[in-house]
C-alpha cells in the first residue's frame, strides 16, 4: 500500500508540475503585464502567456512542449528507504509520460535514440539528503533546454561587453549578473528568474544556483548585502529594454535569488542559472509511513486564474497580415519587421535532427512555399492510430544557424517559425532567397496547440517524437515577423540598444 501510495504522491507531483504553473510565479507574471502598455508586442505576448497558462490549467495539459530534465531534490528522515522513492519515482515518470504530461526527453548522447520514457543512464537526475524532520520533503523542477542554454558561469576576474572589468568583489558579482541577464537576450523565454551561486566549484556553483530557482519569487533573502543586491539586480535588469521574448519593454527580469558558498583561493566563480516564464518548479511533504502527500508548497496566496475580467484588452497597433501556405515570394517579401502574420494551412516541425538531415539529403516531401516550425511537440496515439497534439510551442531558434539559411534555399522554404531569433546567415539568406523568420511567443505550449486542427502525417519518426516532421494542418496560427528579406532583424536591434544601455552600469555601485 505504501508503494502505491507513493508512486500516486510522486505522479501527482509531476503532472502538478508540468501543468499548473506556481501562485507565486502567476503574481509575477501579472505584475509584468501591469507594466506594458497596450497594443505593443511585449503586451501581445504576456497577453498570450497569460492565456496559455489559463488553457494548460483547464486541459490539465502540459504549460510548456519541452518539458525538460527532471529534477529531484529529496530530504528524508533517517532510516527512509531511498531506493523506494527512487523506483516510484521512474515509475511515475514513465506513466506521466505515457499519459502526455511530459514529453519524452531522455536521448542516448552516443546513438541520439530516445528512450521514450524520460528514463536513462543518469536520467532523471535524483539528489537525496538526510535531516532530522519526520517529514519526506520532495522538490521537483522542469527546466527546458531552452533556459538551461542561457545558462552561464563566470570566472572573476574577466573582462564583459559593456561593463568592462569585473573583479573579485561585490561589485564584480554584480556586473556577472547583469551581464548574464543581457546575454539571454529573448532566446530563454523572458521574461525570466535567475537564480545565482557565488563561490564553490564549477559543479558545486551550477548546483547552488540551481537551488535559488526553489525559493519563492516574494521571499526576503536573509543576507542583507544578498537582499540587496537581489533588489538591486531586478530594478537594474529591467532597464536594459530587452523585454518579453526579446521584443523589447519593460518586463525583462520577474525574479533574481542569490546564494554563496566559500571557494577555494584560486577560483571564483559566479554562477547562473537562467529560468524562463514558464517557471515549473513545485514541492510536496510527505508522510514516511503512508506515502502520502501532507503539503503543498507554494500554495500561499491568492491563484490568479487571469480571467477575462482580470484582463485587459490589448489592441493590436502592429499591421496583421494573413497567410495561407503554400506562400509566395512575393507574399513574403511584402512583409516587414513588426509586422503580426496569422497563418493557416499546412505547416511542417523540424528541429536540430531534421536540419541536420535535410543538410545531407532530400527532403521527405515537397517544400517549396511551406513553413518549418522550430517545435517538438508532446503527441498522443489516438485508438485509432491518428495523432493528437498535445503541447506544440516553438524551441530556441539559434541551434539551427548553421543549417537553416542553405536549407531553405535548397529546399524552397519561404518562413520558419521559431523564439529567439538567428544569426547573420540566415538573415543574409533570407535577404537573398526571399525567406522570413516568424517569432512565436516561447513556452506557450497550449495557446499554439489550440491553433492545430490536425496531424496530417510524420516523417522520420525514427529520430523520435520531438524530433519527427508532422505535418500540421493550422488555423490562425499567430506569431511576429522579427527578421525580414530586407536585412531587418529586431533581435540584432534589441542586441545593440540593450548592450548601450548595459554600458550605463559600468561604474562601482557595491563596496
Keep these: 500500500m505504501y508503494i502505491e501510495q507513493l508512486e500516486k504522491s510522486m505522479y501527482d507531483l509531476i503532472c502538478e508540475t508540468s501543468t499548473n504553473l506556481p501562485k507565486d510565479v502567476r ?52 532510516g527512509v528507504n531511498q531506493l523506494e522513492i527512487k523506483a ?52 521537483l523542477i522542469l527546466k527546458g533546454g531552452g533556459c538551461e542554454n542561457k545558462n552561464i558561469q563566470y570566472s572573476l576576474p574577466t573582462e564583459l561587453d ?23 537576450q529573448g532566446q530563454g523565454c523572458s521574461a525570466g528568474f535567475i537564480g545565482v551561486g557565488i563561490g564553490g566549484d564549477r559543479t558545486s556553483g551550477y548546483e547552488l544556483a540551481k537551488d535559488q530557482l526553489f525559493r519563492a519569487v516574494d521571499d526576503v533573502n536573509p543576507n542583507a548585502q544578498l537582499a540587496e543586491m537581489e533588489a538591486y539586480i531586478l530594478e537594474s535588469a529591467n532597464k536594459l529594454g530587452i523585454g518579453t ?16 558558498m566559500h571557494r577555494i583561493p584560486a577560483s571564483f566563480y559566479v554562477s547562473v542559472a537562467y529560468n524562463c516564464w514558464a517557471y515549473r518548479r513545485m ?44 506562400i509566395t515570394e512575393e507574399q513574403i517579401r511584402d512583409l516587414q519587421v513588426g509586422d503580426v502574420v496569422k497563418i493557416s494551412g499546412r505547416m511542417y516541425t523540424g528541429r536540430d535532427a531534421i536540419h541536420k538531415h535535410l543538410s545531407e539529403n532530400d527532403a521527405p516531401v515537397d517544400l517549396d512555399g511551406h513553413i518549418i516550425y522550430h517545435c517538438g511537440p508532446v503527441v498522443l496515439k489516438n485508438e485509432d492510430g491518428g495523432y493528437e497534439i498535445v503541447a506544440a510551442g516553438p524551441t530556441t531558434s539559434i541551434r539551427e544557424e548553421p543549417y537553416q539559411g542553405d536549407i531553405m534555399k535548397k529546399f524552397g522554404i519561404r518562413a520558419v517559425i521559431g523564439k529567439g ?32 486542427k490536425a496531424v ?56
Excluded at 125 to 139: S, T
Excluded at 247 to 259: D, Q, S, V
Design 27 to 78: 503574481r509575477a507574471v501579472k505584475a509584468a503585464r501591469e507594466k506594458e502598455d497596450a497594443g505593443t508586442r511585449a503586451a501581445m505576448s504576456l497577453d498570450t502567456i497569460a492565456k496559455n497558462i489559463n488553457m494548460a490549467d483547464d486541459k490539465l495539459s502540459p504549460i510548456c512542449q519541452d518539458t525538460g530534465l527532471p529534477t529531484f531534490k529529496i530530504k528524508t528522515p533517517i
Design 88 to 139: 516510484a519515482i521512474k515509475k511515475a515518470l514513465i506513466q506521466a509520460t505515457k499519459d502526455g504530461k511530459l514529453r519524452p526527453n531522455a536521448v542516448d548522447s552516443i546513438t541520439g535514440e530516445n528512450s521514450g520514457d524520460n528514463l536513462g543512464e543518469g536520467l532523471p537526475v535524483i539528489k537525496f539528503e538526510q535531516w532530522e524532520n519526520d517529514h519526506i520533503e520532495v522538490k
Design 162 to 184: 559593456g561593463l568592462g572589468r569585473a573583479g573579485r568583489d561585490l561589485d564584480g558579482i554584480r556586473k556577472c549578473i547583469l551581464h548574464s541577464v543581457y546575454q539571454a
Design 245 to 260: 521574448m526579446g521584443f523589447g519593454g519593460e518586463a525583462t527580469l520577474l525574479g533574481c535569488k542569490i546564494g554563496v
Design 283 to 326: 514541492a510536496v511533504d510527505l508522510d514516511p509511513t503512508t506515502g502520502a502527500v501532507t503539503n503543498w508548497h507554494y500554495n500561499e496566496g491568492k491563484k490568479l486564474s487571469f480571467d477575462q475580467e482580470e484582463q485587459t484588452e490589448t489592441k493590436q497597433s502592429s499591421r496583421v497580415v494573413e497567410l495561407t501556405a503554400p
Design 421 to 452: 531569433g538567428m544569426g547573420p546567415k540566415t538573415l543574409a539568406a533570407l535577404q537573398e532567397h526571399g525567406g522570413v523568420y516568424l517569432n512565436a511567443i516561447g513556452g506557450a505550449a497550449q495557446y499554439y496547440a489550440d491553433c492545430i
Design 456 to 511: 496530417e502525417g510524420v516523417d522520420l519518426l525514427q529520430f523520435g517524437i520531438p524530433e519527427a516532421m508532422w505535418h500540421l494542418r493550422v488555423e490562425d496560427f499567430t506569431a511576429v515577423v522579427t527578421m525580414d528579406s530586407h536585412g531587418n532583424s529586431l533581435h540584432a536591434d534589441v542586441d545593440q540598444t540593450s548592450l548601450e544601455k548595459l554600458s550605463q552600469f559600468k561604474e562601482k555601485v557595491f563596496s
